[in-house]
């Protein structure tokens, strides 16, 4: 399962397969959340939207965007909240994080880490196979990281878990 | 319940009274989490912490120090996502929630914002009747967020209830 985080629109997206074979898509969608409301409220609907699909989908992993200090100053604290929210999910229930940068899922899903929004838009749906590419931008942004942890996570998140054992 | 929200260490405190009457130490306590662990696991860490004692304490309502995009950069990630699992705890549980700037909470306990944190703790303790200062700083913090919210809070929080009210 991938997740774009956000405050106003949180992209999930779940994506099938394995490396080397087809990829298919499972479920995309955004849980939607008013500005008009207090940011612990949009938090909340954004905890009980995550938790239904985890819950009903069952992800063996959850990749989030990273999300960096030097983003976009007006929405980074409502991102880095509903991330932190979207670890906290899978987290608690013992399913692995996977952190993948913009960059790093415009690589894998185009070849080109500045790929702009359309590109990958396209590259999801070929991918895919679907026959429209997935909007809004939020969803199309959560199936490239899904598609991004299938292709790149498998071998990162082992060697993550074994990083994390040797520390303890 | 004031807490002062922090990765590496997040501040506790719960204060029992009203304006106009002696206010009394009921709990002040950190949660600490390992900076060699997953941010996924610190927040979930810090989630039990803070559900353990929501559960225990059932407080009126939580104040959370807001905080600013414009702090320290290296820290504001994981700050940023410790309030809002802070906040998440206490929104699922519908228990009112109240951000205070830290200059709100200098001015309320010590009369002047931009006190530093010798003069918090040591006007926390005093208007606490404690013996000693309150430590390490994010715990004196915590009980500062708690006073600062029972002596000006109340009538904020209705004011918001109302406007959220009026929202819908």
């Given at each position: 399962?991938?997740i774009d985080p956000?405050?106003?629109?949180?992209?999930t997206?779940?994506?099938e397969?394995?490396v080397?074979?087809?990829?298919?898509?499972?479920?995309?969608?955004?849980?939607?959340?008013s500005?008009t409301?207090?940011?612990w409220?949009r938090?909340?609907q954004i905890?009980?939207g995550?938790?239904?699909?985890?819950?009903?989908?069952?992800p063996?992993?959850v990749?989030?965007e990273r999300i960096?200090a030097?983003?976009?100053?007006?929405?980074?604290?409502?991102t880095a909240?509903?991330s932190g929210v979207?670890m906290l999910?899978?987290a608690?229930?013992?399913?692995?994080?996977?952190?993948?940068?913009?960059s790093?899922?415009?690589?894998?899903v185009?070849?080109?880490g500045?790929?702009?929004?359309?590109q990958?838009g396209a590259?999801?749906?070929r991918?895919l196979?679907?026959d429209?590419?997935p909007?809004p931008a939020?969803?199309?942004d959560a199936?490239?990281?899904?598609i991004?942890?299938?292709?790149r996570?498998?071998?990162?998140?082992r060697?993550?878990a074994a990083?994390a054992r040797?520390?303890?």
């Open positions: 399962m991938g956000g405050l106003t629109r949180c992209g997206g779940v994506v397969g394995s080397g074979r087809p990829l298919g898509l499972v479920d995309v969608s955004v849980i939607r959340t500005s409301l207090p940011v409220q938090l909340a905890e009980a995550l938790e239904a699909r985890v819950e009903h989908y069952r063996d992993a990749a989030i960096f030097r983003s976009d100053v007006s929405t980074i604290m409502g909240q509903a979207a999910v899978a608690r229930r013992g399913i692995p994080v996977a952190l993948h940068t913009p790093e899922v415009k690589a894998a185009s070849g080109n500045r790929a702009d929004k359309a990958v590259m999801v749906a991918i196979r679907l429209a590419m909007k939020d969803a199309a199936l490239a990281l899904a991004t942890h299938i292709w996570g498998g071998a990162q998140a060697l993550d990083l040797s520390r303890r």
